[in-house]
């Protein structure tokens, strides 16, 4: 392979919402496929792909769009994983890369590998960046930028073809760990599926609120409650799959996080201000921690502010 050559002959892309256009993009950019093949179950958003030019080819048929790949991504909702890859599996070519970006992972591990054929290396993958956007508009090249990319290859898998994909990765501009599936799922049940949970809960419960009126919600969102509204924006049938397939573990994360908030809340009915003190300065201190590891800006107002946040907002999940 020469220095021009891409990494991949022909990448085909299974899904191009947010993730699967991010991809595309990136692609695109690093010169990672000689060719970029897109599906996805509906003719309107294989229209929209095709306008956006995220393509080479475009097929309305995933199993004709996987033929003879090197390297084929489902970027689509995890709850629809087994009969995708019930219909791509017989497809897939000899020595074929088979990843996903799902943001779980032992149930996508459990619902794809029987039906991979074994001359093809199965490695899941998630990326932790994301926005609350979705569709193949919401797409762009740098979403992977400075964040992390997991692998979870299985036990036996080609170190070749970990390395390979890792290097794809890379050139999207991510930093790549591996870990088995079990532990990706309580880790990102911990730092991405509570917060989600925990933000559709607090704004469902403000807009059954009686006491206060939904304009000023709205109105005096600012004081915190619109931080919460992002997270909460984010896409339902994702984020409904994703607490279905992560169930265990989001289970255990809950029952934790509920003894915490009873303590919070004992320490206020008995005005126990040390407690409340040491808390909220404990918590001060691992968000300055994320933004020494360069996963959060320092600036006022989340970096919200057009002129002090030139990129695209970003959310990790
Ligand atoms: P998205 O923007 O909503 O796009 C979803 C894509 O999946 C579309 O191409 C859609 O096709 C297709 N799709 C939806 N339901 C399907 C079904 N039942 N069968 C086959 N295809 C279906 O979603 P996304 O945000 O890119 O998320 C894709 C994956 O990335 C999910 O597994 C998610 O967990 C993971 N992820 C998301 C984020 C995030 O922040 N959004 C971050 C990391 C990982 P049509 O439009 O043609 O129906």
Redesign the pocket.
Same mark, same amino acid.
């Given at each position: 392979m020469s220095q021009s050559d891409p990494l991949f002959e022909r990448v085909a892309l299974?899904?191009?919402?947010?993730?699967?256009?991010?991809l595309a993009h990136a692609t695109r950019r690093g010169n990672l496929a000689g060719e970029i093949v897109v599906s996805?179950?509906?003719?309107?958003?294989?229209k929209r792909?095709e306008e956006l030019g995220l393509g080479d080819r475009y097929e309305a048929d995933?199993a004709k769009a996987v033929e003879g790949a090197d390297l084929v991504i489902?970027?689509?909702?995890?709850?629809?994983?087994g009969?995708?890859a019930e219909a791509i599996g017989p497809y897939l070519a000899k020595g074929a890369i088979l990843s $996903? &970006?799902?943001?779980?992972k032992g149930t996508v591990v459990r619902d794809v590998e029987p039906h991979v054929p074994a001359s093809v290396h199965f490695i899941p993958g998630?990326?932790?960046?994301?926005?609350?956007?979705?569709?193949?508009d919401?797409?762009f090249a740098s979403l992977f930028e400075g964040r992390w990319a997991i692998l979870t290859p299985p036990a036996d898998a080609d170190p070749a073809a970990v390395d390979k994909l890792t290097r794809f990765w890379t050139a999207c501009g991510s930093k790549v760990d591996t870990m088995d599936p079990d532990h990706h799922d309580r880790v990102l049940a911990i730092v991405s599926h509570l917060p989600h949970i925990i933000a559709y809960n607090i704004v469902g419960t403000a807009d059954d609120l009686e006491a206060v009126s939904k304009s000023e919600v709205i109105k005096y969102s600012a004081s915190g409650f619109r931080d919460f509204t992002r997270l909460a924006a984010?896409?339902p049938?994702?984020?409904r $799959? &994703?607490c279905l397939s992560n169930r265990d573990a989001i289970l255990e994360m809950l029952g934790r996080f509920s003894e915490d908030l009873a303590s919070l809340q004992r320490a206020i009915r008995w005005g126990d201000g040390d407690k409340l003190f040491d808390l909220f300065t404990r918590t001060r201190a691992v968000r300055r921690s994320i933004i020494e590891a360069g996963q959060e800006v320092d600036a006022p107002d989340f970096g919200r502010h057009p002129e002090i946040q030139p990129k695209k907002e970003q959310?990790?999940?």
């Open positions: 299974i899904g191009i919402g947010l993730i699967g256009s991010s996805t179950r509906s003719a309107d958003t294989l792909a995933a489902l970027s689509i909702p995890v709850g629809a994983y009969k995708v $996903d &970006v799902g943001s779980t998630h990326p932790i960046a994301g926005t609350e956007h979705s569709g193949p919401a797409g984010s896409d049938t994702m984020w $799959d &994703v959310a990790a999940d």
